[in-house]
């Protein structure tokens, strides 16, 4: 399963309530890409899609395919800000390694 922290979910939540148009939720995916094989995708979903896992935190839907689901098993997503700047920040126990410069994985 997939656990967000309070920092994730509300900024999730503003991301979602400064939108134009209305959005159902937020979509996890990991995709093929990166120089270490895959990636992480978000992005924001109108509805769910057939065979999704829906995780409803606190008001928000997070929406994740089975493919993704496998290799995000026991994730922690936290929105951190420091130096370097700000973002979503994965914690993924099935990661393997990392290119160097941390934006793609392998498991």
Known sequence: MLNLTDRAIDKMKQVVAEQSEPFAGIRFAVEAGGCSGF???MK?????QDGDEVIELRGIQVFVDQQSLL?????EIDYVQNWKGEGFQFTNPNVSGTCGCGESFSV
């Open 39 to 41: 990636q992480y995708s």
């Open 44 to 48: 924001m979903e109108n509805d769910k």
């Open 71 to 75: 290799y995000l098993d026991g994730t």
